[in-house]
């Protein structure tokens, strides 16, 4: 059972952004990383494939009921919402939110209610404004929030609506947030 995971939003602009913070974990990183990257509905392995050319840790589109463990990258699939919990993972087909399926801010809820104060949440590019809800839950559960600066966004809109909420712990450029995700998964 993860005692805390990272749980990471995106949308346009988003393989970059994440394969620079991918590209920033160590082998040895000790918390599961939870990912939703707004895709077309299509099923294919393509980002999956992708991201893991970046990272030396495992990545995978989520199964239903998948366990969640450490040290792995989880992807959301086309077309469902994912949920966590502190064992195993749940997809949903419910209405889109914030017009997405995936959405970031049901995965953030998730985590926020399953892991509280264990939640380390990433808000990264994207052109509208799913996360900035999750990001206020995980931060009323306990959690930290990192936003990426948004003029080093592709597209600014998802990290400038997260800022604006107040709730961000600190706002990075996109090479400086694998450290400070690292630095506070050892703490």
């Given at each position: 059972?993860?005692?805390?995971?990272?749980?990471?939003?995106?949308?346009?602009?988003?393989?970059?952004?994440?394969?620079?913070?991918?590209?920033?974990?160590?082998?040895?990183?000790?918390?599961p990383v939870?990912?939703?990257?707004?895709?077309?509905?299509?099923?294919?392995?393509?980002l999956a494939?992708?991201?893991?050319?970046?990272?030396?840790?495992?990545?995978?589109?989520?199964?239903?009921?998948?366990?969640?463990?450490?040290?792995?990258?989880?992807?959301?699939?086309?077309?469902?919402?994912?949920?966590?919990?502190?064992?195993?993972?749940?997809?949903?087909?419910?209405?889109?939110?914030?017009?997405?399926?995936?959405?970031?801010?049901?995965?953030?809820?998730?985590?926020?209610?399953?892991?509280?104060?264990?939640?380390?949440?990433?808000?990264?590019?994207?052109?509208?404004g799913d996360?900035?809800?999750?990001?206020?839950?995980?931060?009323?559960?306990?959690?930290?929030?990192?936003?990426?600066?948004?003029?080093?966004?592709?597209?600014?809109?998802?990290?400038?609506?997260?800022?604006?909420?107040?709730?961000?712990?600190?706002?990075?450029?996109?090479?400086?947030?694998?450290?400070?995700?690292?630095?506070?998964?050892?703490?």
């Amino acid at each position: 059972m993860a005692e805390g995971i990272v749980v990471i939003g995106t949308s346009l602009g988003g393989l970059h952004a994440l394969g620079v913070v991918l590209g920033g974990l160590p082998r040895d990183f000790p918390m599961p990383v939870a990912i939703v990257q707004h895709r077309t509905k299509d099923p294919d392995s393509t980002l999956a494939e992708l991201l893991q050319r970046r990272t030396s840790l495992p990545v995978d589109d989520v199964d239903d009921k998948m366990p969640v463990q450490a040290g792995r990258v989880y992807l959301a699939p086309p077309d469902y919402h994912l949920l966590v919990g502190r064992e195993q993972f749940a997809l949903s087909i419910e209405a889109p939110v914030s017009h997405a399926r995936p959405s970031v801010d049901v995965l953030f809820e998730s985590a926020a209610s399953s892991f509280g104060s264990g939640v380390l949440a990433v808000v990264l590019t994207g052109a509208n404004g799913d996360g900035a809800n999750g990001a206020v839950a995980v931060k009323l559960h306990g959690g930290r929030v990192i936003v990426q600066d948004p003029k080093d966004a592709e597209s600014p809109v998802m990290p400038a609506v997260a800022v604006s909420k107040g709730v961000a712990d600190v706002v990075l450029s996109l090479r400086d947030i694998a450290a400070q995700v690292v630095r506070w998964s050892r703490e």
